[in-house]
């Protein structure tokens, strides 16, 4: 009798010892594996285990990446999900990138108001970016019922600056804003005494990791980087709670 409890104590302890085994590492402990392989002054913000076969996501900034248990494996791309189509990567990149849109300091902002102006978004544009002008040229011109909140975030070239000045500064900002993107019709040369946040907005923009314009907030705190045609922005606002 005292040896058979001598061997299911010893089939206890081997049994313990294969479960730990078994045991996933910690999220902390793939952060540190991973963290020096990705290159000098990588930091990795969070690593999170995922449902996906084993992979754990790796967030370093709003960008995402994946890599197995070991950290010996890195995938860089996006996850979908073939039964639905849905893109899971791009959800979950949407879902960090989230801001407070009450905390937009919406007083830097150029208002421009729309039939009801019932839906609202904030816009970061450059006055010389092409892009946000082909924005304001279709999609923009074809929504109504839109408030339009337009921070001039200048980050192509010193001129930016001044076009922002120059039509912040102006009696009709939201028509001097489109004169310019729209007509082509530059605003008048602002007086020296006028005063324009644009460099408040340039700090908020990097603030919101805005790296390229246009860039549209949705009043859900999403967002969309880049120009959208009107149907694609027609289908997102009816995705959004105002």
Not at 68 to 79: C, F, P, Q, R, V
Request: include cysteine; aromatic fraction near 8%.
């Amino acid at each position: 009798m005292r040896k058979s409890k001598s061997v299911l104590l010893s089939l206890s302890v081997l049994m313990a010892s294969c479960v730990g085994a078994q045991t996933p590492p910690s999220t902390e402990a793939i952060k540190k594996l991973i963290e020096p392989r990705l290159g000098v002054n990588v930091k990795v913000d969070s690593v999170t285990e995922t449902p996906y076969s084993g992979l754990y996501e790796i967030r370093i900034g709003s960008d995402i990446l994946y890599t197995d248990k070991t950290a010996t494996y890195l995938i860089n791309g996006h996850i979908f999900n073939l039964s639905t189509g849905a893109d899971l990567t791009r959800e979950r990149i949407d879902d960090i990138t989230k801001i407070k849109f009450s905390d937009l300091p919406l007083d830097k902002a150029i208002k421009t108001v729309k039939g009801d102006g019932s839906r609202v978004i904030a816009v970061f544009e450059d006055p010389n970016c092409g892009y946000c002008k082909r924005l304001r040229q279709t999609t923009l011109k074809e929504t109504d019922n839109v408030t339009i909140y337009t921070f001039m975030y200048n980050i192509l070239s010193d001129d930016s600056f001044v076009k922002s000045k120059n039509i912040w500064c102006s009696p009709d900002r939201s028509k001097a804003w489109d004169d310019w993107m729209v007509s082509g019709k530059a605003a008048a040369v602002a007086d020296a005494k006028c005063e324009a946040p644009n460099d408040e907005v340039v700090e908020l923009g990097h603030k919101l990791g805005i790296q390229g314009t246009p860039a549209i907030f949705f009043a859900d705190g999403s967002r969309i980087p880049g120009a959208i045609d009107a149907k694609a922005l027609e289908e997102k606002f009816s995705k959004v709670k105002q």
